[in-house]
């Protein structure tokens, strides 16, 4: 591009790339994105549809998804101040770094996690602050105490469950981060239906420095629909929503979400698929020679292979798409896969095996 135009640009933009997805979207078995390998019912997708034909198609939605957060809330049994419904969690995620960071603020961000994270501080000209996880990739909960106080940062990014590395903090050790810094804490929770964790919503009456993240695209199983949440106490919430991009969640969503809420037992169903699919493919990498397997609190699974990027083309020449997650910190030759269908997930344990 010419110099003159970049010149005009957030120069930040020099330190980032745009988001991709290495294999593409689309494979025989895919498992690389950590979706939910059960699409809503049709019956469900009917009634939807049924309800969402008789709204206005010419007229904006509300200036914010009142009715979404209504639903959300009651769900939780919590006020809806304390709630905010947006366009998937990554749109909350640009509200949230949008209200806590600006240039020379400082951010603690555990390494390896979710790559937005980083992206979001770059471009707000904040300064991170990274505390690599311990080699077992669990969090290192006293660096990253230590770091926030010696830095006086004034905010922390905790993904628990942790994507990329399917491991979480305990409610106490996040209570700890809470007690002991003083910066305001949002935790990412896009995983926490598959954790054997309690939520940090728990802590959210307790501390009035915490920010809880959720998004419906994993256990809920609506990547496509896009609907994600914040909670926090209703004095942050009114400041953190300032920012908020107004008009981004479509009523669609908001009549999806209450069909699916209705029907939370189906959630249920397929959560306690998952985790029973989750150990026992688990149990059976463990008996692969070659690979390391890393215990996970997520709807996926981590394993370390000889050559990752060998492994990855192989799979891919399968037809599976997993994800080759090798280029994270303390993550070399490692890949990435959700849980897919039985039949899915027996597929990419015969070809693991035939690695041997």
């Known amino acids: ?86 366009n998937g969690s990554n749109e909350m995620l640009y509200t949230i770094f949008l209200a806590c960071l600006a240039r020379g603020r400082k951010v603690v961000i555990p390494e390896p996690s979710f790559s937005l994270y980083d992206k979001l501080a770059v471009l707000l000209q904040a300064e991170r602050v990274d505390v690599p996880m311990h080699e077992d990739l669990s969090f290192d909960v006293e660096g990253i105490i230590r770091k926030a106080q010696e830095e006086k940062a004034g905010f922390i990014v905790l993904s628990t469950p942790n994507n990329p590395t399917g491991k979480s903090l305990s409610l106490e050790e996040i209570r700890r ?41 994993k256990a809920l199983a609506l990547a496509g629909m896009r609907i994600g949440f914040a909670v926090t106490n209703p004095q942050l919430m009114a400041e953190i929503a300032k920012p908020k991009i107004p008009f981004t969640s479509s009523r669609l969503a908001e009549i999806t979400l ?39 609190d997520t709807n996926f699974i981590i394993i370390k292979v000889p050559e990752a990027n060998k492994v990855f083309s192989f799979l891919a020449g399968e037809g599976i798409l997993v994800r080759n997650v090798s280029g ?3 993550m070399e030759n490692c890949l990435r896969f959700n849980m897919g269908l039985k039949e899915e997930n027996d597929l990419l344990l015969e070809k693991l095996g035939a690695l041997e």
């Open 1 to 86: 591009m010419d110099k003159d135009i970049v010149r005009l640009l957030n120069p930040a933009l020099q330190h980032i790339k745009a988001y991709r997805v290495e294999g593409g979207q689309q494979a025989d078995v895919k498992l690389n994105q950590n979706e939910s390998p059960f699409d809503l019912p049709l019956w469900m997708k009917d009634a939807i549809m049924e309800e969402f034909k008789h709204e206005s198609w010419n007229r904006y939605p509300d200036v914010l998804p009142f009715k979404g957060i209504k639903a959300y809330a009651e769900f939780l049994g919590i006020s809806s101040e304390s709630v905010m419904m947006s």
């Open 177 to 217: 981060i809470l007690s002991e810094t003083e910066a305001i804490v949002l935790v990412d929770e896009a995983y926490v239906e598959f954790s054997r964790q309690e939520s940090a919503l728990n802590l959210i009456e307790e501390k009035p420095n915490l920010i809880v993240l959720r998004t419906m695209s």
């Open 258 to 296: 209450s069909h699916v809420l209705d029907n939370y037992y189906l959630v249920d169903e397929a959560v306690d698929y998952i985790l029973r699919e989750r150990e026992r493919v688990s149990e059976v990498l463990k008996k692969i020679k070659g690979l390391r397997v890393y215990e996970s």
């Open 328 to 330: 994270y910190p303390l």
